[in-house]
Nanobody, 117 residues
Framework: QVQLVESGGGLVQAGGSLRLSCAAS????????VGWYRQAPGKEREWVAE???????NYVDFVKGRFTISRDNAKNTVYLQMNSLKVEDTGVYYC???????????WGQGIQVTVSS
C-alpha cells in the first residue's frame, strides 16, 4: 500500500521560507517521478514542481528561482524548499508520485501553507 505523508507546512510572512517534506512508504521515490501540486482557495489544483528518476527537475514558471525540489533516496523523502514566499503561494500543497511502471499516480493528504502579508 502506497502512503505519502507531507509535513513542514504552516504560517509564514511574505518573504520567508518553508521546507515541505513528503515521506513515502510502499513505493520507491528514486525510480519514479515525484512532485508537488498546490491548490489555492477557490482555485483549481495546479502543478508546481517535479523531480524525475534521473534527477531532472522541472518547475512552473511562477516558482522558478524561488522553489527547489530535491530528493533523499536514503530516507525515501522528497523536499520542496520554498524561499521568497508570496501571499499568492498560499494554498494546500500535495505531494504526488507517478509510478513509471504503470503511470498510476498516488497522492498525499495535503498540507496547508499560509503566507501572510
Amino acid at each position: 500500500q502506497v502512503q505519502l505523508v507531507e509535513s513542514g507546512g504552516g504560517l509564514v510572512q511574505a518573504g520567508g521560507s518553508l521546507r515541505l517534506s513528503c515521506a513515502a512508504s510502499g513505493i520507491i521515490f528514486s525510480i519514479n517521478a515525484v512532485g508537488w501540486y498546490r491548490q489555492a482557495p477557490g482555485k483549481e489544483r495546479e502543478w508546481v514542481a517535479e523531480i524525475t528518476s534521473d534527477d531532472k527537475t522541472n518547475y512552473v514558471d511562477f516558482v522558478k528561482g524561488r522553489f527547489t525540489i530535491s530528493r533523499d533516496n536514503a530516507k525515501n523523502t522528497v523536499y520542496l524548499q520554498m524561499n521568497s514566499l508570496k501571499v499568492e503561494d498560499t494554498g494546500v500543497y500535495y505531494c504526488y508520485v507517478t509510478r513509471i511502471l504503470n503511470l498510476r499516480t498516488y497522492w498525499g493528504q495535503g498540507i496547508q501553507v499560509t503566507v501572510s502579508s
